[in-house]
């Protein structure tokens, strides 16, 4: 039988990234143009679905998305903002970028400034960057002793199933770039006056920690990619089939949920002749 | 000489709605082929500039874009940030719906919840509704006394001159519409099943009061179409027209605009010698 999108994509209790090719097209479009129509095609039934979730909420439905983007620099976060989130009305979204964390979020617990920004009911919500950044860059920088960053992978089972028991569906998306292919776009990015703005000095210093960071991401997929909230890794070298790929585990995933458009609580004739009459 | 997009729709003290054509086409496509293809281009020139602006922005620089959406019911503010907000990266967007006050909101000054939500630097805000309805429903429905209606459209210049000055650009637009069309949208709004859940009886007590909202919405024009923030009277009969102008009223505003990417702040050829070191 045929694999869904999120079978193919999914991982588990044994990820292992250098298994995984960042330049794999497992499943769908073969080629940029096949891409770019499959894409058109996932951006209306999204489109139709996100409006049925936002129906749904607007009759009293608790239910949401959260999709988690995380990879390295240049991996395409902003990429899947831009052209998947990108696909349906701007005002069903709520994006939260999650940077450094400032003094006053370094006071409270990781979750807080994460809690905040969980999307409501009827919304597509969008991390990028998230929680995981307290098992990756904290980790790996040493910014917490170790028996704090280890006691986080639970703190994030608890919070992910939490959220899901409250009707949030969670969709994490690892972008999954190589080295080369990063070098590639930074260099790009110097290249380009119009991308300069994205360089920042301090990815480099990031880069030369490649094989701490994929210890770390293989650890948060390990532990976290729970029924409630799965990871998925997305071969990300080629950005059509990162965008594709990510559209149609959102498709997939919203076609499961099934959001309905609520009964009206009015009477449809009654209020049919209501307006009729109301001549101005 | 041919008028802007912005002299077109541009009202100021003598602003009279019923001298202006719902279903006008003062300048622009004539049909809804030409407007497609229009708003197409138009998409890319808005993805260009509000790319710059964000740039600008992490560069440091303060100017942001508000655009401001006002009208009756069906008019199209919802359908204008779908198809107008939409053709830009959601990343830059900062839409705000603004409903009902609460009662934490009605205990403080009716701008408090506005400042809340005015765009960063770097951002597109969008207003579906705004500060314009404590002259309009709060006028109309008498929620507060006259002389503090009254009051309030000095209040608004001010606010508005003083986001002006910090770096905000204003872009009010009123969208225009018939009561027939306003009929006809509300019975389609009935009838499609999937649009029923935006219909709400109260619409239709909003509906009977229109020649008081034309009153009120009328000085709001009059009073409120400053330098720093004018008013646009957009024809909205037509939706394809309409989101045609707002569009081309957007992107006539950041064209002027000029936002610019920021220099870099690094030595170029040093860090892509950093990039070609950094072998992971």
């Not at 390295?72 to 976060?77: E, L, N, R, V």
Request: with cysteine; glycine share 6%; proline share 6%.
């Amino acid at each position: 039988m045929k694999k869904s999108v999120r079978e193919t994509f999914r991982v588990g209790a044994d990820a292992d990234l250098s298994a995984i090719d960042s330049k794999g097209r497992p499943i769908g479009p073969r080629d940029k143009a096949a891409a770019a129509e499959a894409v058109r095609d996932l951006g209306m039934r999204l489109d139709a679905l996100q409006e049925a979730l936002t129906a749904e909420a607007s009759g009293g439905g608790p239910r949401s998305v959260l999709l988690v983007l995380q990879g390295m620099d240049t991996a395409g976060k902003g990429g899947v903002v831009r052209h998947v989130a990108g696909l349906v009305n701007p005002q069903g979204l709520a994006i939260a970028s999650f940077k450094e964390p400032t003094a006053e979020e370094l006071a409270r617990d990781f979750l807080w400034r994460i809690r905040e920004r969980v999307p409501r009911p009827g919304q597509i919500g969008v991390f990028d960057r998230s929680h995981y950044e307290d098992v990756l860059v904290a980790r790996v920088d040493r910014l917490v002793p170790e028996e704090v960053w280890r006691a986080r992978y639970d703190a994030i089972n608890a919070f992910e199933a939490e959220l899901d028991s409250q009707g949030v569906t969670i969709v994490k998306c690892m972008l999954h770039i190589s080295p080369e292919k990063q070098a590639e776009r930074l260099l790009e990015r110097l290249d380009d006056p119009a991308k300069r703005w994205k360089y920042n000095p301090h990815d480099v210093d990031t880069r030369l920690k490649w094989p701490q960071y994929m210890q770390a991401y293989t650890d948060a997929l390990r532990f976290c990619s729970t029924d409630a909230a799965p990871w998925y890794v997305i071969p990300s070298d080629r950005k059509w089939y990162r965008n594709w790929a990510v559209a149609a585990l959102l498709a997939e995933t919203l076609t499961a949920m099934g959001p309905r458009f609520p009964e009206p609580d009015f009477d449809l004739e009654a209020e049919k002749a209501r307006v009729k009459a109301a001549v101005v």
